[in-house]
């Protein structure tokens, strides 16, 4: 019948690219709305409506935007600009593009070498009563999910986020919610293995006795030792 087409052919997107598609887009209205610091952004079913997707999907990239910073939720009254935002700012353009799970594997660590040991190393120089309370809290959780399922993932991210904010020095956080979309890619169930990167396990405790004892060595020490463990059990799992 003519003016029927065939869209079997269009594929849905991954959630992954609609949460980086309305972040663009949240982040383009922002920018051609003019919006102040102070100023309200629209409610959330306002911005579901608009752009035709989930409450789920809104609330990922609000949370995003509060982890960068530039936006604050209060509750019962909205979500407010704290920054300026442009459509360009909001992304890191990462790529990892490797045909090889391998090589992107090794890539993002040589990343997170180098950002999390000096993570540990300022955690462990300014972390206050408080803080080691969340870091343990999470900790606590990881651990009692490794034991009952013999592995972790969503546990352990937040055990080093706990640590992130730690350091009161929020571009820590901000880096990692950047590059959080390309280590994710590559990170989830890496070679089919659940019992993957599972003898870093101990280290974490480990890690954490050094940041209590304000051990900043120490904490460099068990950060690297938790990536090597790592690294080792990609390469040994890649062969």
Known sequence: MAGIRDTSIITALPAQDRVRQVTDAVAAYIEQAELKVGDRLPAERELMSALGVGRSTIREVIRRFEAL???????GSGSYLLKPVAAGTVHMSL??????????????????RGIEAEASVVAARRRTAADLANIEEKLDEMERVH???????????????AIYD???????????????????????????????????????RELFDAIVDQDTAMAREKTLRILEVVEEDIREMSR
């Open 69 to 75: 910073g530039v936006i604050e939720t209060r509750r």
């Open 95 to 112: 790529s990892l593009n490797t045909a090889r799970q391998r090589d992107a594997l090794l890539q993002t660590l040589e990343v997170r």
């Open 147 to 161: 034991l009952a399922k013999g592995t972790s993932g969503p546990e352990d991210l937040a055990f080093h986020l």
């Open 166 to 204: 730690a350091t009161h020095n929020p571009l820590f956080r901000q880096l990692l919610e950047q590059m959080r979309e390309a280590f994710e890619r590559f990170w989830d169930h890496p070679f089919d293995r659940e019992d993957f990167a599972r003898r870093s396990f101990p280290f974490h």
